[in-house]
C-alpha cells in the first residue's frame, strides 16, 4: 500500500471525508509555496496536489490560469516542484501528488521525472491531459518509481469507461464534477449525485474522490455523500489571491487565513486566530 | 475535361499504401489524443459519426455539391507562363484555393466539418481563429446552414484583422477575444477547447487546420485532399501527365500543404516542399516549428512544436498572422521525420518579395501566408530545369492583408 493508499484508507475507517487541496508551485511567489503547503496541512489537508504550472493550461477556469501564469512569471522550472515537495517532505508525512501537463514532463524526460518526483518525496502524478489511451507512455516509469497514477472520469463517461479506468488508476480514481473547467460552478447538483452515485458503484478497486467547483465545506459534505472524498483548487487559489494581494496583511496573517480557510473547508468552522496547532 | 471534384472523398489507389495515421490516430509517434477525459467520448462520437459518413455515398455527394455550387470547384490550376520567363526554369502552375468562396481553401474544411455537426444533430459550432480566414469560412458555413456560431480569436489578432472580424459578424458570428497568454492563434484555441469541454453536449468544434486530437487532422486533411485531387486531373488536362516534378505550399498549421500533398504521397518521384514562416530570420522571432522545434504535446496532439527547455510553449511570430503558430499537423512531423516531405522557410521579406512577384508577374495578390511558398520557387525552377513542372498552392488571396503589404512596400 502506498501512503496516499493508507491516508485514504484510513479517512475511509474513520468515516470522514478525504479532503485533497491544490495549489501551484512558486504561486503566489516561490518563497512562498511551501508555507502554503504547511498552512494547508495544518488546516487539515489529507493530501496535496502541488500544481507544475504550464503555459497553455486547457482544462483549467481562470483561477488557476492565473495561478499558472503567475508562477511563470517568477521563473518556476520543474526542479523547483521536487525542491518544494522535498522541502515539505521533511516537516509533515501527508501525501503529495504532482499534477499538471504533460509536455513539461516530457521534455524533462519521463524516466528522469518520476525517479526525481519519488525521490522527493511525492507519492503520485494526475497528468489530465493524459487519458488512459495515451498513458503507456509513463505507467510503466510511474509503476518502478512507486507513483501512484490517478485516471479522471467525468460525467459523461460511460460505465464501461469508468470501470477501465478504475482497473488503470492507481491512488484513486478522480471523479470531475461536472463537464466544464476547474472552478466550474456546481450546477444541477442532482445530476451530478446522480453520476456520483453511478461512480460509486462502478469504481471498486480505488478509493473515488470528487472534484472541481467545490468551494465550500456545504458543497465538499454534499458531493462526498458518494463518494470517499473531496478535491479542492481554484477556491483555494482565490483565497491565496486575495491575501497576497492585500498589502495590510503581514506574511504570517496570511498563513493563519489560509489555514483557517482549509480548516473550514474540512470543518465547516474556522479554527479561532491565532491558534497555531503547529505550537 | 476529369473532373475530380466528382471522386469519391475516400482513399485511392494512389494513397492505398501510405497508411497513416493507425487506428489510435498516431502518425509514427505523432498525433494521439492528448485530451482532459470529458472531451475523449466526444471524440469517439466524432470519429465514429466521421467513419459513418465515409461510407455514405449521400453525404460525399452533397459534400461535392456545395464545393461545386457554393464554393466554386473545381478551382483552376493556372499556367504562370510570365512567373515561368521570371524564373527561366521550370513550368509553373499555380492551383488558385483563392478563388475560393471566401477567398482561401479554409472553406473546403468548413463544408464538410458542418456537414459532419449536422449530421450528428450539434446545433452550435465553436471555431479558433488567427487571420480570421478560417474564421470567416466557419461563419459562412453556419448563416449558410442555420447554426449558431462562436468564433475565439486573440485580442492582438481582433485588432490587426478587423476587417475579418467585421465580415464574421456581418454572417452572424459573435467573435470572442481570447484575453490570455499572448492573445493570439494559440489562446484561441484553447479558449475554443475549454468553451468545448463546457458545453461537450450540443457544440461541435470546427478545427481549422490539420492539428488537434485524432480524428481532427485526418479529417481535415480528407476534406481538403479534393486541391491535390483536382491538381492531378487538371494537370493531366494541361501536361498530359498527373505528377508534376515538384509541389509547393505554405505551411502554418499545415491544413492547404496537406490537401495539396496527401494525393501525391505515393508518387516518390514527386518532391513535395513545405515553407514554413522564418518570421524575422531562424535566429530571431519566428514560426518555424518543424525547423526549430522539438516534439511535444500542445491542443491535443504530440507534434513539433516550439517550446523552451522546461516545455513551456513559445510564442510564435510571423508577418503573416496565419502561419503564427507554435505547433503543427502530427501529419507534417511525420513526413519531416521519413523524409518524404522537404521543409524550409522563409522570412517575412522573402514573403513580402512573393507578394510583390506574383502581384507584378501574374496580376494575383496572394495572402501573406500564401507568399511563402513563393520563396524556394527560383531555386527549384532552375534546379528542375524547363522540361519539369512546378506546382504550388495559391492557397488564399491577399486583399486581407493589404494594410501589411502597403506598410513594407
Known amino acids: 500500500m502506498s501512503r496516499l493508499s493508507d491516508t485514504l484508507a484510513a479517512c475511509r475507517a474513520q468515516g470522514t471525508p478525504a479532503m485533497g487541496l491544490f495549489t501551484t508551485n512558486g504561486f503566489p511567489h516561490p518563497d512562498a509555496t511551501v508555507p502554503v503547503l504547511h498552512a494547508i496541512d495544518d ?28 508562477a511563470l512569471s517568477h521563473g518556476v522550472k520543474m526542479d523547483d516542484a521536487f ?33 526525481k518526483a519519488a525521490n522527493a518525496g511525492v507519492d503520485g502524478l494526475i497528468l489530465p491531459d493524459v487519458p488512459p489511451e495515451e498513458a503507456t507512455l509513463l505507467t510503466e516509469h510511474a509503476q518502478a518509481a512507486g507513483l501512484d497514477l490517478v485516471f479522471l472520469i467525468a460525467p459523461n463517461s460511460s460505465d464501461a469507461r469508468i470501470q477501465r479506468v478504475d482497473e488503470l488508476a492507481t491512488g484513486f480514481v478522480y471523479a470531475v464534477s461536472v463537464t466544464g473547467l476547474t472552478g466550474s ?86 479554527v479561532a486566530a491565532g491558534s497555531n496547532p503547529a505550537e | 475535361m476529369p473532373d475530380a471534384s466528382t471522386a469519391p472523398n475516400v482513399a485511392s489507389e494512389t494513397t492505398a499504401r501510405y497508411n497513416a495515421p493507425d487506428d489510435t490516430g498516431h502518425f509514427g509517434p505523432y498525433g494521439g489524443a492528448f485530451v482532459p477525459e470529458i472531451l475523449v467520448p466526444v471524440l469517439e462520437e466524432l470519429r465514429e459519426a466521421y467513419a459513418e459518413a465515409q461510407a455514405d455515398p449521400a453525404f460525399d455527394a452533397e459534400y461535392r455539391t456545395l464545393l461545386r455550387e457554393y464554393v466554386g ?54 471555431a479558433e481563429t488567427g487571420a480570421g480566414q478560417h474564421g470567416v469560412a466557419t461563419a459562412t458555413v453556419c448563416a449558410k446552414f442555420g447554426m449558431d456560431c462562436i468564433v475565439f480569436m486573440g485580442e492582438e489578432d481582433m485588432e490587426r484583422q478587423r476587417l475579418n472580424v467585421e465580415r464574421m459578424e456581418l454572417m452572424g458570428a459573435e467573435v470572442r477575444p481570447a484575453l490570455s497568454g499572448s492573445r493570439t492563434l494559440k489562446d484561441a484555441t484553447n479558449e475554443a477547447i475549454r468553451d468545448w469541454v463546457s458545453n461537450p453536449d450540443d457544440t461541435f468544434y470546427i478545427i481549422g487546420s490539420v492539428v488537434g486530437p485524432h480524428p481532427y487532422p485526418m479529417m481535415v486533411r480528407n476534406f481538403h485532399r479534393v486541391i ?99 505547433g503543427i499537423g502530427p501529419e507534417h512531423s511525420h513526413l519531416k521525420d521519413t523524409g518524404r516531405v522537404e521543409y524550409v522557410s522563409a522570412t517575412d521579406t522573402e514573403a513580402m518579395d512573393g507578394v510583390r512577384v506574383l502581384s507584378e508577374q501574374e496580376g494575383i495578390i496572394p495572402a501573406l501566408e500564401t507568399a511563402h511558398a513563393m520563396a524556394p520557387m527560383q531555386r527549384l525552377a532552375r534546379e528542375i530545369g524547363p522540361d519539369g513542372i512546378i506546382v504550388f498552392n495559391c492557397s488564399g488571396r491577399g486583399d486581407k492583408d493589404m494594410q501589411t503589404i502597403a506598410k513594407h512596400r
Open chain 1, 43 to 70: 488546516g487539515g489537508a489529507d493530501f496535496i496536489e502541488l500544481g507544475m504550472p504550464f503555459s497553455d493550461p486547457l482544462a483549467e477556469g481562470l483561477p488557476i490560469q492565473r495561478s499558472s501564469a503567475r
Open chain 1, 83 to 115: 525542491d518544494t515537495a522535498a522541502s515539505f517532505r521533511k516537516g509533515s508525512d501527508t501525501p503529495v501528488l504532482l499534477m499538471g501537463y504533460i509536455n513539461p514532463v516530457l521534455q524533462y524526460g519521463i524516466e528522469r521525472f518520476c525517479t
Open chain 1, 185 to 270: 460552478r456546481l450546477d444541477g447538483r442532482g445530476a451530478v449525485q446522480s453520476y456520483l452515485k453511478r461512480a460509486r458503484g462502478l469504481v471498486t478497486q480505488n478509493p473515488l474522490l470528487v472534484g472541481f467547483g467545490i468551494a465550500t465545506h456545504e458543497d465538499a459534505q454534499e458531493l462526498s455523500q458518494h463518494t470517499d472524498g473531496f478535491i479542492v483548487g481554484s477556491a483555494l487559489i482565490k483565497e491565496i489571491e486575495a491575501c497576497w494581494d492585500d498589502d495590510t496583511l503581514s506574511d504570517a496573517d496570511r498563513y493563519a487565513r489560509i489555514r483557517q480557510f482549509a480548516h473550514a473547508l474540512k470543518h465547516g468552522d474556522a
Open chain 2, 73 to 126: 470547384r473545381p478551382t483552376p490550376l493556372s499556367f504562370c507562363d510570365r512567373l515561368t520567363d521570371y524564373y527561366g526554369g521550370a513550368k509553373i502552375y499555380a492551383k488558385r484555393e483563392d478563388l475560393c468562396h471566401t477567398g482561401a481553401h479554409k472553406i473546403n474544411n468548413t463544408i464538410g466539418q458542418i456537414l459532419l455537426a449536422r449530421r450528428m444533430g450539434k446545433t452550435r459550432i465553436i
Open chain 2, 228 to 326: 491535390g485531387d483536382e491538381t492531378r486531373a487538371q494537370l493531366r488536362e494541361h501536361e498530359g501527365r498527373e505528377t508534376p516534378d515538384a509541389v509547393v505550399a505554405c505551411v502554418g498549421g499545415g491544413s492547404n500543404a496537406m490537401g495539396i500533398f496527401y494525393p501525391y504521397i505515393e508518387d516518390e518521384a514527386v518532391r513535395l516542399i513545405g515553407v514554413e514562416a522564418a518570421g524575422e530570420g531562424l535566429n530571431g522571432r519566428h514560426a518555424a516549428t518543424l525547423s526549430k522545434g522539438t516534439p511535444g504535446v500542445l491542443h491535443g496532439a504530440m507534434s513539433y512544436l516550439l517550446q523552451d527547455t522546461g516545455g513551456q510553449v513559445e510564442i510564435a511570430h510571423s508577418i503573416s498572422a496565419g502561419l503564427d503558430y507554435p
